[in-house]
């Protein structure tokens, strides 16, 4: 399957069209996406927001694996180093580094925030 056969799928599976996944992802052209069946190569950025509206991986959408959705783990990856997520939010280490969304640190209250929601997320709890 095709870049452009692939985002059409996962499209048709979450009831968009193409011209709906390309608004939604902020492409300048509603109908950029149709240029993919004509052997144009899209960015890896475009890659990404497509990937995020349609909440599939861009492993997928590129063909390097089946599986639609990525597999979700607690492990984050900075320079190819694992992270655990809980060791990332230990009081103690958060002293160490500074940890940030888009720039703006994360305060301590909203930290704990987090950390309470990924503990739920854990047991199964919405």
Not at 47 to 54: K, Q, W
Request: aromatic share 4%; hydrophobic share 35%; proline share 3%.
């Amino acid at each position: 399957m095709t870049t452009y056969e692939r985002i059409q799928n996962a499209a048709k599976k979450r009831g968009m069209n193409l011209r709906q996944v390309a608004k939604a992802a902020g492409m300048k052209s509603e109908t950029a996406i149709y240029r993919y069946n004509q052997g144009v190569t899209p960015r890896e950025s475009t890659l990404r927001a497509i990937a995020d509206v349609l909440g599939v991986s861009v492993d997928y959408l590129l063909g390097n694996t089946d599986e639609m959705h990525p597999a979700q783990s607690n492990i984050v990856s900075i320079n190819n180093k694992n992270i655990e997520l809980k060791d990332l939010l230990d009081p103690e280490q958060i002293e160490q580094r500074t940890v940030s969304y888009d720039g703006q640190p994360i305060s301590d209250h909203d930290m704990k925030l987090i950390q309470t929601i990924l503990e739920q997320m854990a047991k199964g709890e919405n």
